[in-house]
């Protein structure tokens, strides 16, 4: 039982087919995939990745699968936002077809598909098509531990997943270039009047949704789909990390005191900050696509150095282009609140 790093599609669609994990690369994150019509496969990814059940999970498409298979309703909002931004990072929630298990959905009404543009994820997604007969779809939850921080290359897999108790191909396919996972949007209860919600911010900003879609996108209710992504503490690295603003950063270094251990500091200019020889200070990249991409080898390159006494972030600008990037870093700083 081991996580095994191969390069052939063939073999991999074959594993599938057979209700196997198979971990790929897609443009966001790497997934660990499992095949949506077979039960037994979907618990084992709840299994292998220690992830509480209730939690629900994409469906990948392959590029030309009509909405239809997975969805009972195809609201115009759909087709137009899958015409813009389809294959790519954007995930859409919408009332599942009747064959969709409660084990995908975490029992909800509703579920989330997203069809990647990634050229080996495509070429797995449209192989595995050809074997299955129709509806063909892959659930692939971003392929780390649950709550841990998501992969963007084979090797973050391979590490997660050196001790498992499953058996786990690992596709490979290079560095994952968007970096932070899809965005998610939910068009489930526009018939209830909810209209385009916003369940997870990304590379795809809520304003080129709203373009497309001519109408504002809401900030999730207390009535919106479960993200298990949106739980307060997530995406954490091992090292506690905390994310401040400039002058946070600033002060906090000055009084930093060198018998605590050293600190890793990721920030976008040296300019003022007291770098002592316990102070590991890196630039940062300042534009956002550029940040998302490299964020998560980041932080576990901090964590593999293994003897940071903290790291310290310092926080990104305000704005829509930031959101994705925003969220996470929220996220990972609250594992430690
Ligand atoms: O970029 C991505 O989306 C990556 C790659 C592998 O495609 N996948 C990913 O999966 O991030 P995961 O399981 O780590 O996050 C999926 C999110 C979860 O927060 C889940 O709650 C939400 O999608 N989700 C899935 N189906 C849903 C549904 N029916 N209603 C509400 N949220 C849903
Ligand atoms: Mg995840």
């Not at 994990?21 to 618990?43: C, N, R, W």
């Not at 579920?111 to 659930?139: D, I, M, N, W, Y």
Request: one cysteine or more.
């Amino acid at each position: 039982m081991a996580a095994l790093l191969i390069d052939d599609i063939e073999q991999a669609a074959r594993r599938l087919f057979e209700g196997g994990l198979v971990a790929f690369p897609t443009e966001t994150v790497y997934g660990l995939g499992a095949d949506a019509g077979h039960p037994e496969a979907v618990s084992q990814i709840y299994e292998a990745k220690r992830r509480p059940a209730g939690h629900p999970l994409i469906v990948h498409l392959a590029p030309g699968t009509p909405l239809e298979t997975w969805a009972r309703e195809v609201p115009d909002e759909a087709r137009r936002l899958a015409a813009a931004f389809w294959p790519g990072p954007l995930t859409m929630i919408l009332p599942r077809a009747d064959h969709v298990s409660p084990a995908i959905t975490g029992g909800q009404d509703s579920v989330g598909l997203r069809c990647p543009a990634h050229p080996v994820a495509q070429a797995l997604l449209a192989r595995f098509s050809e074997l299955k007969s129709s509806p063909s779809g892959v659930v692939a939850p971003s392929a780390n531990l649950f709550g841990q921080v998501s992969p963007t290359s084979a090797a973050h897999v391979l590490s997660e997943f050196a001790q498992t108790s499953h058996d786990i191909l690992v596709l490979d396919g290079a560095a994952s270039q968007v970096g932070i996972e899809s965005t998610i949007i939910d068009l489930s209860r526009l018939k209830q009047g909810a209209g385009p919600v916003l369940l997870r911010p990304g590379h795809i900003t809520a304003q080129q949704i709203e373009v497309v879609l001519g109408v504002p996108v809401h900030e999730p209710d207390h009535a919106a789909p479960r993200v298990s992504g949106s739980l307060k503490a997530h995406y954490a690295p091992r090292t506690p990390l905390r994310l401040m603003s400039r002058d946070e950063l600033t002060r906090a270094l000055a009084a930093w005191p060198p018998r605590a251990g050293r600190v890793a500091v990721w920030c976008f200019s040296l300019e003022g900050l007291a770098v002592s020889e316990a102070v590991h200070a890196f630039l940062a990249p300042t534009r956002p696509e550029d940040y998302a991409r490299q964020l998560y080898a980041r932080l576990r390159t901090f964590d593999d150095v293994g003897d940071y006494a903290a790291i310290f972030l310092e926080a990104p600008p305000a704005g829509t282009v930031w959101a994705g990037v925003a969220d996470r870093l929220r996220r990972a700083a609250a594992a430690f609140e």
